[in-house]
């Protein structure tokens, strides 16, 4: 029988989610033995024409290109993954989306008329239909193993989704935010780093972006109190996942708080 | 070969690029290295970020060398702020460092251009033929990501670097749990140098100018002094924009390095180990001398036998700060937020990376500039693809174009790296 092909393709990015397949070292060639790697530029320089089971799209999408690239892909993969913050919720780069790209650019280069460029930096599924998304900047790559092994084993994925402020409470990781008043966006982020950076000493900075069901209004008013310079907990909520909409809606909230 | 060479999507390097050589009646017309990586403006929305989100931010740029960026951005900030560093905090930097390198080199060495000498697309089939290399390649990559784990949480992206040291000072115990694998890895990395110097590589030299950081006392990767080859002079990092330039140069719509006479010049592990061969630990001395390397290397594909030298270098060094690894003093110095401008450069695996950010009095940050290590070589593999090109006409086509790709592989090109890198827009005959 045939292997099942994965396709591996990268957007506007900084390619450590795609790094994150190659650094699973212990398991690496046991998958490149189950799956076929047919499209997989950062490892492979051998193509394989499509159609392809499996798609896992890095990066957003910030140019007219990558609008028609991923229209393109989503009619050659049967299933897509949306891999990483980036393909997720436009990330780091959707900064770009609260202000005005034509700022941006004279800031960055000499002559910004050169560059073909769109306003916005977004998630892929505000493009095409995504089958699953896995979340991370970068994502935990037993993450994506097990999101491989549950659609070969035609499962459904065990990706949790509570807050990762739950993750700090299990790992008896004393809180941040009651012990040392440091912003952390750990009780509205989904699970899925390890809650590292409470364990760092330092407050989640949202980079696995919103947990579903969390309590955001509360999450709103704690960080508020807690803020050692005005607009504090506003960059905490609008940085690596702050085009995610649950992250947006924070930041409206605290702004309101602030006019208050 | 009579047709152009058309590499659309390159393979085996970080981020999108692409070949283009046109050839005119059987000569060399015109060469590029098409970057259509999207631009991300990083320096753009750094703009009114907290002085403190910048090391978290700029390690964005790049998933293979975060810490670089990390790094190269706490100390500007840090020269900024007049924040002097405790000789710990600094030996703990240059371990996160060493970990990065041994990741990316065994990249790079093993599954990107290891291929390419061994007659393989991918380390993947060259698993098939040579599974104890490729065995060996992973687990020397794993011990330096388990090491960047070990200190900064996690391998891409590491979450404990702030500006003033480290949010806390990482678990002895688990720093101390990888010292068997570091001298494993010690060993690993001879092997490399062996198996780098035996390849024979194809057969070209550049006379190039070399730039990278240099130091008296040790092989400068963390920080240093900027050092030419073709001038002999080295110059602090506050005087990086007086003795190179980036353009914007229309005909190729990217930013372009040159130095202030308009030359090209050459960044990464071969123009550190041509400069600082002295400053190199006796361990990697005897090996290069062993192997039977002789300087200066002047041949771009050799950058692999650097890099092993390197990974020989780094591996020893981690296994030194690892085994002497008992922080006291705080993991963070105490400073007071002010307004001010700085510069900082570190060499990132693939060459020389600076920072520059002017902050008010807020920590806000008012400017950024960042001039990451492929953008400085662009124009350097361009001239090196005019030289190159013409020794390869003669192949199948095929063979010619993979020779082409294999010589820009060999610069370890981190595209995603190069945020000024633009779409670039071709007109073909």
């Known amino acids: ?260 | 070969m009579k047709q152009n060479i058309e590499v659309p999507a390159l393979a085996r390097v970080e981020g999108e690029g692409a070949i283009y050589i046109r050839l005119k009646n059987g000569e060399i017309a015109q060469v590029e290295v098409n970057i259509y990586e999207p631009p991300r403006f990083f320096e753009g929305f750094l703009q009114n970020r907290y002085f403190q989100e910048v090391p978290d931010i700029t390690a964005r740029i790049c998933g293979i060398c975060p810490v670089a960026y990390q790094m190269s951005s706490v100390q500007a900030l840090e020269q900024a702020m007049s924040v002097q560093i405790s000789d710990e905090i600094r030996a703990l930097r240059r371990m996160l460092y060493c970990a990065e390198y041994i990741e990316s080199h065994a990249l790079h060495v093993y599954m990107l251009q290891g291929p390419d000498m061994l007659g393989h697309e991918s380390a993947l089939t060259l698993a098939g033929e040579h599974p104890e290399v490729v065995k060996k390649a992973l687990r020397l990559k794993k011990i330096g990501n388990a090491l960047l784990k070990a200190i900064g949480g996690r391998s891409v992206h590491p979450v404990s670097s702030c500006v003033g040291g480290f949010y806390r000072w990482p678990d002895s115990k688990n720093i101390k749990a990888l010292i068997a694998d570091l001298e494993w890895a010690v060993q690993a990395s001879l092997e490399t140098v062996q198996f780098a110097a035996g390849l024979t590589y194809p057969e070209f030299e550049m006379d190039y100018e070399y730039v990278a950081l240099t130091r008296p006392d040790e092989y400068a990767i963390y920080d240093g002094e900027i050092l030419s080859s073709k001038t002999h002079q080295s110059i602090k990092s506050v005087d990086f924009e007086k003795s190179y330039l980036e353009s914007h140069v229309k005909h190729s719509n990217a930013l372009h390095s040159h130095t202030t006479a308009g030359a090209t010049y050459f960044v990464g592990p071969l123009a550190r180990l041509n400069l600082n061969y002295n400053q190199l630990r006796p361990v990697t001395k005897a090996a290069a001398e062993s192997a039977g390397v002789t300087l200066p290397i002047n041949n771009p594909f050799k950058g692999m036998i650097a890099r092993g030298l390197e990974l020989v270098e780094v591996c020893d060094l981690a296994l030194e700060l690892a085994r002497s690894y008992n922080p006291t003093g705080p993991s963070k110095m105490p400073f007071k937020v002010k307004a001010g401008e700085g510069t900082g450069v570190s060499e990132a695996p693939r060459g020389l990376l600076y920072h520059r950010y002017v902050v008010n009095e807020q920590g806000m940050i008012q400017f950024a500039k960042i001039t990451p290590p492929t953008a400085q070589n662009f124009a350097q593999m361009e001239a090196d693809l005019w030289q190159f090109a013409p020794q390869v006409l003669d192949l199948k086509h095929e063979e010619a174009t993979l020779a082409c790709e294999h010589l820009i592989r060999t610069y370890d090109p981190c595209i995603s790296c190069a945020t000024h890198f633009l779409t670039l827009k071709v007109d073909r005959e």
């Open chain 1, 1 to 260: 029988m045939n292997k099942p092909t994965v396709a591996v393709y990268k957007f506007s990015s900084c390619d450590g989610c795609q790094l994150s397949i190659l650094n699973l070292e212990d398991e690496l060639l046991d998958v490149a033995n189950t799956v076929e790697f047919a499209f997989f530029l950062e490892a492979r320089r051998r193509t394989l024409p499509g159609p392809y089971d499996i798609g896992i799209v890095e990066g957003s999408i910030t140019t007219p290109h990558e609008i028609e690239r991923i229209l393109e892909i989503r009619n050659q993969c049967r299933f897509l993954i949306a891999l990483g913050t980036c393909a997720t919720a436009g990330g780091i780069q959707a900064l770009r989306n609260f202000g005005k790209v034509s700022d941006l650019a004279i800031s960055v280069y000499p002559h910004p008329e050169f560059l073909h460029t769109l306003e916005t930096s977004t998630a892929i599924a505000e493009h095409v239909k995504v089958d699953l998304e896995i979340w991370g900047c970068p994502v935990n790559k037993y993450q994506v193993l097990e999101a491989i092994m549950a659609l070969l084993q035609k499962r459904k994925p065990q990706l949790p989704a509570h807050p990762v402020c739950l993750d700090c409470k299990r790992q008896g990781t004393v809180c941040v935010m009651n012990a040392q008043g440091t912003l952390c966006m750990g009780p509205a982020t989904r699970s899925g780093c390890g809650a590292i950076c409470p364990a760092n000493g330092r407050g989640c900075y949202g980079c696995f972006g919103p947990s579903p069901n969390a309590e955001y209004k509360n999450l709103a008013l704690t960080l508020a109190r807690l803020e050692h310079y005005p607009g504090e907990a506003v960059r905490l909520a609008r940085s690596f996942s702050g085009h995610a909409p649950q992250f947006r809606e924070l930041v409206d909230t605290l702004e309101k708080i602030e006019v208050k």
